[in-house]
């Protein structure tokens, strides 16, 4: 089955960052465009052998320059307390920066810089799923996977494997590089492991989180600690929850994510300190293997790479 029309863009790839693009391009361009995902948006649990962009687990701090993009095609952070129970995604007033057996350490407040905050750190499925459902100016497939790209002089055409095939003068790749289509279409790219891991979870704190980040270096990598309310073991926090990653040479990764909770616990404790005061609860554990890779062109014949498939870096 062929589309009846070509489309100007077919996006691959329905992450935040493929979803923003086909807003973007559909609102603010007026192009035709087609976003074509793997995943089903209709899931509501993590699965553990694929990658879903609406369950994903993760969070993210958006630096104040992307909210306020986003704000300006149309995405409104404060849209989100709408899925949070009225809560607002916290915002990053205060950045404390320390390195593990280091006496100094460097402290910035967003009043210094004459702004009101540096960030805002939100839900990944969260924003997806706020973005995939802003706007009905693309045509969104999904659960679709592309089987195979044909590019051709004045076009490029799109396999998927329910058997229907699109048109499009313009691929986007925006699939965070796992399939491999990147280099179907003549993009090259090297990889450098860097033999650390990313262990990702939820804390809540004895004290409040007071909109406070911090970066702690250790020796065996950074410790990322971003404000961030979620319920953990039917506990809801209350201004006292962060979102953590936590990384660490892959062998001592793999030693901690066999550890009890209490352990657990207590090693983050340790390699954190008490500027919180006790670790309270944690919540179940992802890890995210780290390497660098990169695309040597992020553009062949009708194609161009975008977000992690162009380039994938340490957290």
Known sequence: MKSAEPVD?????????????????AEKVGLSVTLID??????????????????DTRVIALARRTVNELSDIGLNLDDLAKQHNG???????HIEVSDKGHVG?????????????FGQVVSLSALTRLAANASSAYQHIAPAKVTRVNQQNNSVEVLLDNGETLSTKLLVIADGGRSGLAEQVGMTKTS??????????????????????????TESGPLAFLPFDSE?????????????????????????????????????????????????????LASYPLALTKAQNVASHRAVVVGNAAQALHP
């Open 9 to 25: 863009v077919v996006i691959i790839g329905g992450g935040i960052v493929g979803t923003v693009l086909a807003k973007g391009l």
């Open 38 to 55: 793997a995943a089903d948006p209709q899931q509501n649990n993590a699965a553990t052998d694929d990658f879903n962009p609406f369950t």
């Open 87 to 93: 809560e607002l995604p916290p915002e990053i007033k």
């Open 105 to 117: 350490l460097l402290n910035l407040n967003s009043r210094d810089y004459h702004i009101n905050a």
């Open 192 to 217: 450098c492991d860097y033999h650390q891991t990313a262990i990702v979870f939820n804390v809540h704190t004895q004290l409040p989180h007071e909109n406070k980040a911090y970066e702690r270096f």
């Open 232 to 284: 953990i073991n039917g506990v809801k926090a209350s201004g006292n929850g962060f979102s953590v990653v936590w990384t660490v040479e892959t062998d001592a990764a793999k030693l901690l994510m066999t550890l009890t909770p209490d352990e657990f616990t207590q090693a983050l404790q340790q390699a954190f300190g008490y500027r919180q005061g006790k670790v309270l609860r944690v919540s179940e």
